[in-house]
């Protein structure tokens, strides 16, 4: 049994984590600024003695004593991460600073949730770990591909000069039950105007691709990560399945039955044109591959929406 802190533990990926690393035994940390996270991802675990919640902003540093470190607070929608940019680039880099500063101390191996975002409007497609991206240093995508990239620096500068055990995952688009419901995510706000009867958005043309990873198997990635020896990453995480939005839009018309028609508004600057991972070094070093397609992975997290619209 290890001692894990999960920062970001309250949000969408880090609240499914937590169920992973409480179901294998550890005693669990989970420390949030509930910016976009909430209480209510993590209700489930408040009887169990091995769980614990911190209201905290990583802002600023704490004192813990854990043997493991999941770095992931951090706003991930592009809606949230812009409302205070520079609240962004303090938590990515301040942030991570602080949770490095712990990990430093009391030689805890520590991982951090990176991106894909890193390799910003990619020339390189599939992305590889060893392309160093097209990112807009300006523009409004930066306070979070730059504080992300900025990150990944500050791991290795520690590992390199400190000593300290890290892990860098580079995260593709994640989907599945509790992402907000106004989380602003192509899936999310798909899936809720569906079930609404609302019109689809799509921004601009719909012929920009993502490839979607459902959560259960990026939990799993992270977990492997962690648990490897002797390799730091950066290591790509995410499907490499590849679809249009027209075609993610289709896919969620289709399961709900809805005839929400489909509307077409700007696309926001920056915006990647295409986005797929290249997963063979996470095969290679991990063992780790994702097993559950897009059409299998949307109808709990469609339902997990409805859910949510009822009770409201
Ligand atoms: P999320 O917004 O649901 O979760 C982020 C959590 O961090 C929230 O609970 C939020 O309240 C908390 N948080 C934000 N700023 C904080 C601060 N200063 N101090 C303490 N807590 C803070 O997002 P998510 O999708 O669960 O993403 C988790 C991590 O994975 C993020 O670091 C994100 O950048 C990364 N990531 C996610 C995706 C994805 O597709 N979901 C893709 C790439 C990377
Ligand atoms: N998108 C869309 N309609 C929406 C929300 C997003 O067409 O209602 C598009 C967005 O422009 C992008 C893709 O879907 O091309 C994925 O967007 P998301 O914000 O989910 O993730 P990211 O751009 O960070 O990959």
């Not at 769980?51 to 704490?62: G, K, N, Q, S």
């Not at 490095?100 to 009391?106: D, F, I, P, S």
């Not at 191996?109 to 990619?122: M, N, W």
């Not at 095969?283 to 994702?290: I, N, T």
Request: one cysteine or more; charged letters at 20%; aromatic letters at 8%.
């Amino acid at each position: 049994m290890s001692r894990i802190l999960v920062t970001g533990g309250a949000g969408f990926i880090g609240s499914h984590l937590v169920d992973a690393l409480l179901e294998r035994g550890h005693e669990v940390l989970s420390l949030d600024n509930y910016f976009t996270g909430s209480k209510d991802n993590l209700l489930q675990h408040l009887d169990n003695p091995r769980f614990e919640m911190v209201r905290h902003d990583v802002v600023e540093p704490i004192l813990l004593e854990v043997d493991q470190v999941y770095n992931l607070a951090c706003p991930a929608s592009p809606v949230h991460y812009q409302y205070n940019p520079v609240k962004t680039v303090k938590t990515n880099v301040l942030g991570t600073l602080n949770m490095l500063g712990l990990a430093k101390r009391v030689e805890a191996r520590i991982l951090q949730a990176s991106t894909s975002e890193v390799y910003g409007d990619p020339q390189v497609h599939p992305q590889t770990e060893d392309y160093w991206g097209n990112v807009n240093p300006i523009g409004l995508r930066s306070c979070y591909d730059e504080g992300k990239r900025l990150a990944e620096t500050l791991m290795m500068d520690y590992h390199r000069s400190n000593e300290v055990e890290v892990r860098i995952v580079r995260i593709f688009n994640t989907y599945g039950p509790r992402m907000a419901i106004d989380d602003g995510r192509v899936v999310s706000n798909f899936a809720v105007q569906a079930l609404k009867g609302e019109p689809i958005t799509i921004y601009g043309d719909g012929r920009q691709t993502r490839s979607f990873c459902y959560v259960s198997d990026l939990v799993a990635g992270l977990i492997a990560m962690m648990e490897s020896e002797n390799f730091t990453g950066p290591v790509n995480l995410g499907n490499p399945d590849e679809f249009t939005m027209l075609e993610l839009a289709q896919q969620v018309l289709d399961l709900t039955g809805s005839d929400s028609r489909i509307v077409h508004q700007d696309l926001p600057p920056d915006d990647p044109t295409r986005r797929r991972p290249d997963i063979t070094l996470a095969r290679q070093k991990l063992g780790w591959s994702p097993a559950v397609k897009l059409a299998s992975g949307l109808a709990p997290t469609v339902d997990y929406f409805r859910s949510v619209l009822q009770s409201k």
